[in-house]
């Protein structure tokens, strides 16, 4: 494995850098950001929050419009950031906004032409960690949160791989993707026909099927013009009751879906997160 560092900056007593890398599990070059706290080093390596973004973003959108660097810094985490995609020339893509490059669902594609390079989960969950741990002074302990689609990764990831995270946190997660059109739409063209399979990537789903021991937060704007269609927040709630999922959903009024949003409460979620990954 090897990595290329392409951008760098100082921020809150802290740093901020970007890397490319190339992708086994992806098949291309893949980037991603992370930030380093003041405190981070090779004598005192530090725990790592991952954040997965939402449609059509990239690492750059957390990384420049969240406001978490202060909150990050002040609790001695770092955070990692990687695209919501496999990209580049020969990578399939879509020309709608929902599927394809920079719609990635954090799934393992089964169907043609996406299986080849849309290994999101593998690529998330395996590849990415080890990279990181391999080069920056940051340990194995990790917590992960994400939006909106990557709200949707978070969760399902988290749940499936509950011994490998100490918290979960979402917003404005899409929270039910086999009832929308969302992820409707991506379900059926990466992982094909079978409704029973899209079950493995759906939070309410895996909730139902799941006793998940780890926190989790979420927050969800009310003004949030996804929130009836493609959100569903409360089948989360309802698939919670059934083990006892420790489960908090807050409300925000005249909250909307963008980084205003986030912005307002990624504190909140930095010291949730903290409070686990520092125990």
């Known amino acids: 494995m090897s990595i290329e560092n392409i951008s760098q900056a100082k921020v809150a007593d802290g740093w901020h850098k970007q890397y490319s890398h190339h992708s086994a599990t992806l098949n ?8 380093l706290p003041p405190n981070a080093s ?17 690492d750059e959108n957390f990384m420049q419009k969240a406001n978490a660097f202060k909150a990050a810094a002040e609790q001695g985490i770092a955070i990692v950031a990687p695209d919501t995609s496999p990209r580049g020339e020969n990578v399939p893509n879509d020309e709608s906004y929902d599927m394809g490059q920079g719609a ?9 032409p ?15 960690p080890a990279l990181v741990e391999a080069y920056f002074p940051v340990t194995a302990i990790k917590s992960i949160s994400g939006h909106s689609m990557g709200g949707h990764g978070a969760l399902t990831i988290g749940i499936k791989n509950s011994d490998s995270y100490r918290s979960i946190s979402a917003f404005s997660p899409i929270s039910n993707p086999m009832q929308c059109p969302w ?13 029973e399979s899209w079950k493995q990537y759906d939070a309410s789903e895996l909730m139902k099927e799941h006793s998940i021991e780890l926190p989790i937060l979420v927050d969800q704007g009310e003004a949030d013009n996804f929130l009836v269609e493609q959100l569903k927040p409360e089948q989360l709630i ?6 006892n999922t420790d489960l908090e959903v807050r409300m925000q009024p005249g909250y909307d879906h963008s980084y205003f949003f986030i912005s307002t409460f990624i504190s909140d979620h930095i010291e949730f997160h903290a409070a686990y990954l520092n125990k």
């Open 238 to 243: 309802e698939a919670a009751k059934v083990n």
């Open 28 to 35: 291309c070059n893949m980037r991603f950001a992370i930030f």
């Open 104 to 112: 990635g669902f954090y799934l393992n594609a089964t169907q043609t």
């Open 114 to 128: 996406w299986s080849d390079h849309y290994q999101m989960y593998d690529y998330i969950v395996t590849e990415l």
């Open 183 to 195: 992820g409707q739409k991506a379900f059926s063209q990466y992982l094909g026909s079978d409704i």
């Open 42 to 58: 090779k004598e005192n390596p530090v725990p790592v929050l991952y954040w997965l973004s939402g449609l059509t973003c990239t």
